[in-house]
T-cell receptor
């Protein structure tokens, strides 16, 4: 089946630095990618929707200047956590969707960010 | 709007018992996808199954089986002869085929005791 790959799987960084997480669709073109976040002991919540070549749409309460999303190509979306702080420590997961109705909708493995 | 309800918050069983995790969903989409994921203590999300709303056939994979009933909007997950390694948080998720947006349930924490 189709694969969506996230990199890195784990990242530890110092407070104040920026961290980039990549989400790649390996064998299909993802017109839309979604980013989710999971706080400890909670469920996953949608952060933003990104469409290739256009600005991301953020869910209410998500700071777009904090979480920069770039969907530069049909196979790659990146999430950059800018000036990370310990409260940004979380599990981030992406999903990628092909053409609507194509049946192509798959999740990445997730990326765990720890900010010291 | 989509909604996923995982009926059990926590389940505790003794090894070798069978256990069923219930998932009930709401959606206005006519085409959608249902997922089950396992999240062990190590934290990563492990994909278990993806089911298209048009495919109501039940599926079995080893000790795992899934019962999809569109009439009751349920997608239940059964582990047969549970093992300690099955201990994890299990998430049920629903994704609209058009929007692609996914809604996750709150998770069911399964503890299998030896």
């Amino acid at each position: 089946g189709a694969v969506v790959s996230q990199h890195p799987s784990w990242v530890i960084c110092k407070s104040g630095t920026s961290v980039k997480i990549e989400c790649r669709s390996l064998d299909f073109q993802a017109t839309t990618m979604f980013w989710y976040r999971q706080f400890p002991k909670q469920s996953l919540m949608l952060m933003a929707t990104s469409n290739e070549g256009s600005k991301a749409t953020y869910e209410q309460g998500v700071e777009k200047d904090k979480f920069l999303i770039n969907h530069a190509s049909l196979t790659l979306s990146t999430l950059t956590v800018t000036s990370a702080h310990p409260e940004d420590s979380s599990f981030y997961i992406c999903s990628a969707r092909g053409l609507a109705g194509s049946g192509e909708l798959f999740f990445g493995e997730g990326s765990r960010l720890t900010v010291l | 709007a989509q909604k996923v309800t995982q009926v059990q918050t926590e389940i505790s069983v003794v090894e070798k018992e069978d256990v069923t995790l219930d998932c009930v969903y709401e959606t206005r989409d006519t085409t959608y996808y249902l997922f089950w994921y396992k999240q062990p203590p190590s934290g990563e999300l492990v994909f278990l199954i993806r089911r298209n709303s048009f495919d109501e056939q039940n599926e079995i994979s080893g000790r795992y089986s899934w019962n999809f009933q569109k009439s009751t909007s349920s997608f239940n997950f059964t582990i047969t002869a549970s093992q300690v390694v099955d201990s994890a948080v299990y998430f049920c998720a629903l994704s609209g085929a058009v929007s692609g947006k996914s809604t996750f349930g709150d998770g069911t924490t399964l503890t299998v005791k030896p």
